[in-house]
């Protein structure tokens, strides 16, 4: 156990592509841990016992907990692939489907708040080099800003 439990989530808007890229930042223990009860097998990220399907499942686990809302349009993610340090952190990167630029935003961030009564997402946004910042907990998780 540990004292801080914490998600980063960096996400920025590409005009040209018209698609957000988004990176998450995690406590790789947590993450397994969390990811085991929420019924997910034992996945051993980053070993040579690595569940050949946790692609699939961190897709799947990060889609049903990360919910970004563009002008009434819900954003799917798309796990492009993972990174995994010695530091015990693992990077997820993902990629939505094509969007206009967006107009509002609604996040929900849940990612591993159910697990982890202490869990703080921050998710940093960027649209055309401005920046906007959503703070989320277990109580807080969802939050709204109209993009200038």
């Known amino acids: 156990m540990h004292k801080y439990y914490v998600s ?3 996400a920025e808007y590409n005009a040209a592509t ?7 930042k995690f406590i790789g ?12 097998p034992a996945l051993y990220i980053g070993t040579e016992k690595e569940d050949k399907r ?3 499942y961190l897709q799947k686990f990060i889609n ?18 993972k990174e ?14 094509s969007v206009k630029m967006p107009k509002t935003l609604t996040v ?7 697990t982890f ?15 906007y910042t959503f703070n989320f907990d277990k109580e807080k998780v969802i939050e709204t800003h109209t993009i200038e």
């Open 8 to 10: 980063i989530t960096e």
């Open 18 to 24: 018209q698609t957000f890229g988004i990176s998450i």
């Open 29 to 40: 223990h947590d993450l397994e841990q969390c990811l085991e009860e929420s019924g997910f």
């Open 54 to 56: 946790t692609d699939a």
């Open 64 to 81: 049903k907990r990360l919910h970004i809302v563009s002008d009434e349009e819900s954003l799917q993610f798309k796990l492009l692939g």
């Open 84 to 97: 995994v340090n010695n530091d015990d952190f693992i990077y997820c990167y993902l990629e939505s489907q």
């Open 108 to 114: 929900k961030n849940t990612l591993l708040t159910h």
């Open 117 to 131: 009564k202490e869990q703080k997402n921050a998710v940093h946004l960027k649209i055309n080099s401005k920046k």
